[in-house]
């Protein structure tokens, strides 16, 4: 009985300090290239957030969730070349990639946040990136920082390896296509 008691009265002082902060605004950009690797055979642009939190316990960040509508990527490289443009998005969405019309969202779990010592970025966060229902961990610096009662996260450049998560073409194109997404990402909170 003791253990019982003790178990709520420490679930209950987590759940009386932890406050789940509601997401203010996002800006989550990807990039992805050739095999070459050069900004000309790059392409770039964001996809929206569709929901999400960050738990603060104080002003110390603790975890958080998001979901992405991957219905919204929008390739801002081919803002000139619309038709192009559209192309392009429609593979992306197609099953080619991230196959939308069966996995209309990805997510992101926060499972631990650590502070660290660095110039720029105060925290590693490492969590579960969900793509195409294929969930693997994956970590990446942070900055966090508060204005008043606004909390905001900014990412440093990361990436993850598309084939882990099913993003694969045909044999030949796929051979092209650099396996590194890169990633940064900027939230903020209250």
């Not at 999400?52 to 991957?70: A, P, R, W």
């Not at 946040?113 to 195409?132: P, R």
């Not at 693997?136 to 440093?156: G, R």
């Given at each position: 009985m003791?253990?019982?008691?003790?178990?709520f009265?420490v679930?209950?002082?987590?759940?009386l300090f932890?406050?789940?902060?509601?997401?203010?605004s996002?800006e989550?950009?990807?990039k992805a290239y050739?095999?070459?690797?050069?900004?000309?055979f790059?392409?770039?642009g964001t996809?929206?957030?569709?929901?999400?939190?960050?738990i603060?316990?104080?002003?110390?960040?603790?975890?958080g969730?998001?979901?992405?509508?991957?219905?919204?990527?929008?390739?801002?490289d081919m803002?000139?070349?619309?038709?192009?443009?559209?192309?392009?998005?429609?593979?992306?969405?197609?099953?080619d990639?991230?196959?939308?019309?069966k996995?209309p969202?990805?997510?992101?779990q926060?499972?631990?946040?650590?502070?660290?010592?660095?110039?720029?970025y105060?925290?590693?966060?490492?969590g579960?990136?969900?793509?195409k229902?294929?969930?693997?961990s994956?970590s990446?610096?942070?900055k966090?920082s508060q204005?008043?009662?606004?909390?905001?996260l900014?990412?440093a450049q990361?990436?993850?390896?598309?084939k882990n998560?099913g993003?694969?073409y045909?044999i030949f194109?796929d051979?092209?296509?650099?396996?590194?997404?890169?990633?940064?990402?900027?939230i903020?909170a209250?």
């Amino acid at each position: 009985m003791k253990k019982i008691l003790f178990l709520f009265y420490v679930l209950f002082t987590i759940a009386l300090f932890s406050q789940s902060k509601t997401i203010l605004s996002s800006e989550i950009r990807w990039k992805a290239y050739k095999t070459l690797k050069t900004e000309s055979f790059s392409h770039f642009g964001t996809v929206s957030l569709k929901s999400g939190n960050l738990i603060f316990n104080g002003s110390e960040l603790t975890g958080g969730s998001f979901l992405m509508d991957m219905g919204s990527i929008d390739a801002e490289d081919m803002n000139g070349s619309p038709k192009q443009k559209k192309m392009l998005e429609n593979h992306l969405k197609s099953d080619d990639f991230f196959d939308v019309s069966k996995f209309p969202t990805a997510s992101f779990q926060i499972k631990s946040v650590k502070k660290v010592k660095h110039t720029i970025y105060n925290y590693q966060i490492t969590g579960v990136l969900t793509i195409k229902g294929i969930s693997k961990s994956i970590s990446f610096p942070v900055k966090i920082s508060q204005n008043n009662s606004v909390y905001s996260l900014a990412s440093a450049q990361f990436s993850f390896n598309r084939k882990n998560y099913g993003l694969k073409y045909n044999i030949f194109e796929d051979m092209l296509i650099s396996n590194d997404v890169q990633m940064n990402v900027k939230i903020s909170a209250k």
